[in-house]
């Protein structure tokens, strides 16, 4: 599988915005220790997290033009 530049450089930048959003809002304004509460279980947590980070970078990889 050949991986083009500009696909991954494309994911590559939407990784990094989407991250740091979601980094400020669940350090910031969420607080963490409030969604573990509310979700019940710490990995559930940050399995959650991790999936909200990783799915739409590979939706733009996958998306992104050649």
């Known amino acids: 599988m050949k991986l083009k530049k500009r696909k ?3 994911s590559a930048i ?3 915005c989407w991250f740091t959003l979601l ?3 669940v350090d910031g304004v969420l607080k ?3 969604l573990v509460d509310y979700l ?3 990995i559930l947590t940050e399995i ?3 999936l909200l980070v990783i799915i ?3 939706v733009v990889y996958k998306l ?3």
């Open 8 to 10: 991954i450089k494309y």
């Open 14 to 16: 939407f990784f990094l």
């Open 23 to 25: 980094v400020f809002l």
């Open 32 to 34: 963490f220790q409030t």
């Open 40 to 42: 019940g279980s710490y």
């Open 48 to 50: 959650i997290l991790l």
């Open 56 to 58: 739409p970078t590979i």
């Open 64 to 66: 992104s033009k050649e």
